[in-house]
């Protein structure tokens, strides 16, 4: 199937691609975060093909193509299966609260320009269509610490944030780190200390090493400050 690369600013068309993996959402919820993934897949037909299988028991509302194709397996109404274990802020149910986007990458090559054309052009109708904060688009790696690193340190977050897609903090003053983390909305026990600093530091430093320092203080503290999750 062909592709062509979506330019700045356009309109995304998905096409559509009916996963059986999903089903409503619990307790009349509506969508008001969207997570990114990677597919951690060679091939994003091979990844797509998979979210569609019965036997997979896992789904995701939209695949994205190295070269800007974009399918919709799953109505953005609808309760996908692809953010598992885990929790972000007061939400403990995330699927039943997010829409789900799955990004062909295999974790260690870049996002190519096509692609990401595409997702901006995808979150740009996502956040309208539902109203969601930019601070709601958030990674899989945030909401799952210690089990999953995706969409991982590659990932351009950056880029969306100055396409007004996602956020990106200042330095503030730094405060205790753990508990703007969690005022913030990650979620995590105390021996998790690592895996809260990895996950932070591929969004929001990504190259940045050793042990917690005041960088990081400061940026956590403009997060918690600027966009307290709910």
């Known amino acids: ?29 509506r969508a008001d975060t969207v997570v990114l993934h990677y597919t951690a897949m060679e091939s994003a037909e091979g990844a797509r093909d998979w979210l569609c299988n019965v036997e997979s028991s896992v789904s995701a509302h939209y695949v994205i193509g190295r070269h800007g194709t974009c399918w919709q397996l799953v109505r953005e109404d609808m309760r996908a299966w ?4 885990g929790a972000w802020g007061s939400v403990e149910e995330v699927n039943s609260r997010s829409i789900g986007i799955e990004i062909a990458n295999t974790g260690a090559e870049p996002f ?7 997702l901006e052009a995808l979150l740009t109708g996502i956040l309208a269509r539902w109203d969601i904060s930019p601070e709601r688009v958030i990674g899989h790696s945030d909401l799952a610490l210690g089990r999953k690193i995706d969409p991982g340190p590659r990932f351009d977050w950056s880029r969306l944030a100055r396409r ?11 405060g205790d780190f753990h508990a703007d983390a969690r005022r913030f909305g990650y979620v995590f026990t105390e021996d ?12 929001f430093r990504p190259g940045a090493a050793g042990p917690l320092c005041d960088a990081d203080r ?13």
């Not at 009916?18 to 619990?26: C, E, H, K, W």
């Not at 007004?164 to 730094?174: E, K, M, N, Q």
């Not at 400061?218 to 709910?230: E, G, I, N, S, V």
């Open 164 to 174: 007004g897609l996602a956020i990106r903090p200042s330095p503030a003053t730094p």
């Open 1 to 29: 199937m062909g592709s062509r690369a979506v330019p700045r600013g356009a309109r995304l068309t998905p096409l559509w691609h009916p996963s059986d993996n999903f089903g409503p959402r619990r307790l009349g919820v």
């Open 112 to 118: 190519p320009e096509p692609q990401m054309a595409a």
């Open 82 to 85: 692809h953010a598992g274990l």
């Open 218 to 230: 400061a940026l956590m503290a403009d997060l918690a400050a600027r966009w307290p999750a709910a």
């Open 192 to 203: 998790q200390h690592t895996a809260l600093l990895a996950a932070f530091r591929a969004r």
